[in-house]
């Protein structure tokens, strides 16, 4: 077969379609180091929808929901004629809907569930929120506040990634400690979003913003009717044949 890998924001996938519906887990873990990447997603076909996808994480754990993986699959399906510029598609945490225009993809989230709020931690004011996963957020002055060692023991606590948040002119600035990576993440879709919905509901953030995961790259969150959209590039990198 063929896997094509790509770059969204920082976080790096594995992608390939097939006929076959399986545990790809074993192949995760292969290809995820071979190409030193975050994680892989394979396309099958489904009856209503433009595809289903079936996501792991680098240890070949699977995922229900992975923003930054979500346009990253929405181009290679349409560069791949699996499906057109608007689609949806299925994943674990429910039906997922992206829109294409060049290497920019846009991708309408799940509903934001919050688990629980305003409780301390290691000195720090945190939210859990399900953006799809489970994501711990704090809003801190200093984003070096970052601190993996209390990150590992909030993500064992919780079983969620770990977010610290920034604000700085009505922007965001986000890092994340991400399960299946077991560290930190270049970026984590579900993750700027689950801080983006904590700033909009506290009044720290409009509902629309620029933001800024560590890897740098300039993403974009926005409310509207309601619905919340994720907007960013997306990069292909090369596809590759497997043996």
Avoid at 18 to 41: M, P, R, W
Avoid at 151 to 178: G, H, S
Wanted: overall charge negative.
């Amino acid at each position: 077969m063929n896997y094509t890998v790509y770059n969204a924001s920082g976080n790096t996938f594995v992608i390939f379609d097939t006929n076959k519906k399986e545990d790809y887990s074993k192949l995760a873990i292969e290809l995820c180091q071979k190409e030193a990447v975050d994680g892989l997603i394979a396309i099958i076909p489904h009856d209503i929808y433009d595809f289903e996808w079936l996501f792991y994480n680098s240890d070949g754990s699977t995922a229900s929901m992975c923003g930054n993986g979500t346009r990253a699959v929405a181009h290679y399906a349409c560069s791949n004629n699996i499906a057109k510029e608007n689609m949806t598609f299925l994943t674990g945490a429910g039906v997922i809907t992206c829109s294409i225009e060049g290497d920019v993809v846009e991708t309408l989230m799940t509903p934001a569930k919050i688990l629980q709020k305003d409780f301390s931690e290691y000195g720090f004011d945190w939210w859990l929120l399900d953006t799809g996963v489970p994501h711990l957020v704090t809003f801190v002055e200093d984003l070096e506040q970052f601190d993996l060692e209390i990150c590992k023991t909030m993500r064992e606590q919780y079983n969620a990634n770990v977010n610290f948040a920034k604000i700085n002119n009505c922007k965001l600035f986000v890092r994340t400690f991400e399960r299946g990576v077991e560290g930190e993440t270049q970026a984590c879709g579900t993750g700027m979003t689950a801080c983006f919905i904590r700033g909009v509901l506290e009044n720290r953030l409009l509902n629309h913003c620029e933001v800024y995961p560590k890897s740098n790259e300039e993403l974009f969150l926005r409310i509207e009717d309601d619905k919340l959209y994720f907007k960013g590039k997306v990069k292909k990198l090369q596809t590759k044949e497997y043996r």
